[in-house]
């Protein structure tokens, strides 16, 4: 790697090491001051409702929760190399600018992620959005920054 490539690659890195502090910070707070299951209105249709996903999507396909924790972990870590080598080519392209800054988002964000993967089991999630009496979905700082990372994929193209 050139000193060049190796200087633009460190601004995407500085977007990803903020993405996974600020998740870290906002998870640990929660984890310290809210039990599990609770949930706190903040406002009409946003609570906080402190929980942990273990990827109910793979456990519909593979009923054991560890094997699908594993291919989790798998899936995680190729996505995520793949997306460091992308951002690390295009690091010079000036066309590759917003492109880079999506990508350093979902980075982020699935880094922060992984790592609850790893070291929970499962993924703390506390935003909870509800309408009426369903709940939406619940997410988490780093589930914003992919979801965000993702539009502006879709949005350049």
């Known amino acids: 790697m050139s000193n060049g490539m190796i200087h633009s690659s460190l601004r995407y890195l500085w977007i990803i090491s903020s993405i996974i502090l600020?998740?870290?910070?906002?998870?640990?707070?929660?984890?310290?001051?809210?039990?599990?299951?609770?949930?706190?209105?903040?406002?009409?249709?946003?609570?906080?409702?402190?929980?942990?996903?273990?990827?109910?999507?793979?456990?519909?396909?593979?009923?054991?929760?560890?094997?699908?924790?594993?291919?989790?972990i798998i899936m995680d870590i190729i996505v995520i190399?793949?997306?460091?080598?992308?951002?690390?080519?295009?690091?010079?392209?000036?066309?590759?600018?917003?492109?880079?800054?999506?990508?350093?988002?979902?980075?982020?964000g699935g880094l922060s992620n992984l790592y609850d993967l790893i070291r929970y089991g499962g993924i703390i999630d506390f935003i909870n959005f509800v309408i009426i009496k369903w709940n939406l979905l619940t997410l988490n700082i780093a589930d914003i920054a992919i979801g965000s990372g993702l539009f502006l994929i879709i949005a350049s193209v």
């Open 81 to 108: 190399l793949i997306l460091l080598l992308i951002i690390a080519m295009k690091a010079n392209d000036p066309d590759s600018y917003w492109k880079n800054i999506a990508l350093a988002l979902v980075v982020g």
């Open 22 to 72: 600020i998740d870290w910070i906002s998870k640990q707070w929660i984890i310290h001051c809210f039990f599990m299951k609770e949930k706190v209105g903040i406002c009409p249709g946003v609570n906080i409702f402190y929980t942990l996903n273990y990827g109910s999507f793979f456990r519909i396909i593979l009923p054991q929760q560890e094997l699908s924790r594993k291919i989790l």
